[in-house]
C-alpha cells in the first residue's frame, strides 16, 4: 500500500496529465473546428448530436444545451446555425411529434469522421504495447475522473 505522500504525488501526476490532456485536446478541436469554419461549440454539438445518434437517443435542442452548458437561446442559435449550413436537422420524432430531435446531415458525419477517424489512428498508435486489461484499467480511471469533473461544473453552476 503507498504512503500518502506517494499517493499525494502520484494523484498530482494524474491530475496535471489530465489537465494538459484537456488542454491539448481542446486545442485540437480549435484548430479543427477552425480549418472547417466552425466554433467550438459547433463541433462539439455535433459531436453530442452523433452520440446521442449512435445510442439510438437523438438529442433535442434542450438536451443539447445541458450538454453543452449553453442556454436555451444560445442552443437554439447553434442548432439554428448548423442547420443554415447544412450539418443538422430538426426531426419530429414518429412516436411524439411534439418532441423535435437534431439529426446530424451527411455533410457532418463526413466531418465526424474527418476528426475521428485520424485521431483515432494517433490513440491507437500511442496506446501500442498496453495490454487490453491495461486498456480497461485507464477507461475507468478517466470515466471516474470525468464523473469528478461534471460533480466540479455542476457545483460550479449552483449559485
Not at 459547433?42 to 444545451?65: C, F, H, K, Q, Y
Not at 495490454?131 to 464523473?147: I, N, Q
Amino acid at each position: 500500500m503507498p504512503s500518502q505522500p506517494e499517493r499525494d504525488d502520484v494523484m498530482q501526476q494524474l491530475i496535471a496529465a489530465l489537465q494538459q490532456f484537456t488542454v491539448e485536446s481542446d486545442v485540437f478541436v480549435d484548430v479543427f473546428a477552425r480549418a472547417h469554419g466552425l466554433g467550438r461549440s459547433d463541433l462539439n454539438a455535433i459531436m453530442w448530436i452523433s452520440t446521442g445518434a449512435r445510442d439510438g437517443r437523438p438529442l433535442t435542442v434542450g438536451e443539447l444545451a445541458q450538454r453543452l452548458s449553453l442556454s436555451p437561446a444560445a442552443a437554439t442559435a447553434l442548432v439554428d446555425r448548423l442547420e443554415r449550413v447544412g450539418h443538422v436537422e430538426r426531426a419530429r420524432e414518429p412516436g411524439d411529434r411534439r418532441r423535435v430531435t437534431v439529426k446530424m446531415n451527411d455533410k457532418a458525419l463526413e466531418l465526424a469522421t474527418a476528426f475521428f477517424v485520424p485521431l483515432r489512428g494517433h490513440m491507437d498508435a500511442a496506446a501500442e504495447g498496453l495490454s487490453d486489461e491495461d486498456l480497461a484499467r485507464t477507461a475507468a480511471v478517466v470515466r471516474r475522473m470525468m464523473a469528478a469533473v461534471i460533480a466540479a461544473r455542476e457545483a460550479a453552476l449552483r449559485p
